[in-house]
């Protein structure tokens, strides 16, 4: 079956989150689509949550796995990249819900030569933990109403689960943030990762994603700014992986990228 994107979910440990995300895709408006599980060495609780969606939708699902090494993301996207069947790729995290327009939005906003940049909405953990399946099914979890209702408290950053048309657009274009390749929310052309030579994996947490984003722009791929069109939740987690060693090295390659304007990494998916 030919499809119009792979959506590519990395995960670890955090299979009730997994779960919700996966219910999320189950919404969608267009779904004309496979997912790609990617799992960083995950445990089996994690390989039965797939397996049971996989029974109740007609979804095309695939369980991407490698050991537990450590923080690996970058190794486990490679061989979902490979894995992949379509043209077009949708980057995304196992606690990131999408609304129920999320991919059709994608598919909409993707330009030649271009990639799109996208955004998240963070929840607490209150919140997180309360979101049932009816409230993913009847979307509530994007309601600001509902999400007020929960606890959450008034910000400006609301705005991303209400916008629409004129004022989405607007927003996208006075936002003072970058479009960069943020691992949660980003999406681009099989052809054009693959001639960077996808993620490179010597990197940990920290920019690890950005990194990929940096040599697409570097090759002429544009990055196009669409947090306010490209709309998912973020569930609370912690990050016990995060370190300043792992951090600061990522800074020294990302450095020697943007100096030396490469396209190329030489510890990505072809390693030969």
């Known amino acids: 079956m030919k499809y119009d994107a792979s959506i590519i ?16 895709y189950a919404q969608q408006t267009h779904q004309n689509f496979e997912i ?6 995950s445990k089996m609780d994690t390989y039965q949550i797939v397996q049971n969606f996989k029974k109740q939708t007609s979804y095309a699902i695939k369980h991407i796995w490698q050991e537990d090494e450590g923080f690996q993301k970058n190794r486990i996207l490679n061989k979902a990249i ?18 129920k327009d999320f991919v059709e939005k994608h598919l909409t906003l993707r330009k030649p030569k271009a990639f799109l940049s996208g955004g998240y909405f963070k929840l607490p953990k209150m919140i997180s933990e309360k979101i049932s399946k009816e409230d993913i099914s009847n979307q509530y979890c994007f309601d600001k109403f509902w999400l007020i209702k929960q606890g959450l408290k008034k910000n400006f950053k609301l705005n991303k689960l209400t916008s ?20 949660m929310n980003a999406s681009g052309w099989k052809k054009d990762i ?35 069109s490209l709309i998912c939740v973020h569930l609370h987690h912690e990050r016990g992986y995060k370190n300043t060693v792992d951090f600061d090295r ?23």
Do not use: H
Request: proline content about 4%; overall charge positive; some cysteine.
């Open 9 to 24: 979910i990395s995960t670890y440990n955090q299979p009730d989150w997994l779960y919700k995300v996966l219910l999320g």
């Open 194 to 228: 693959l001639a960077v030579n996808g993620f490179d994996e010597r990197m940990k947490y920290g920019g690890e994603d950005r990194e990929l984003g940096e040599r697409l722009m570097n090759l002429g791929i544009k990055p196009i700014q669409a947090r306010y």
């Open 36 to 41: 790609i599980v990617a799992d960083d060495g």
């Open 164 to 183: 629409r048309g004129l004022k989405e657009n607007l927003l996208n274009q006075w936002t003072p943030t970058k479009a960069t390749w943020d691992g």
């Open 82 to 99: 490979r894995a992949s069947k379509s043209p077009y790729l949708i980057f995304t995290d196992g606690d990131c819900i999408p609304r």
């Open 250 to 272: 990522n800074k020294q390659i990302r450095k020697e990228t943007k100096s030396k304007k490469k396209t190329w990494t030489d510890y990505g998916i072809n390693q030969s």
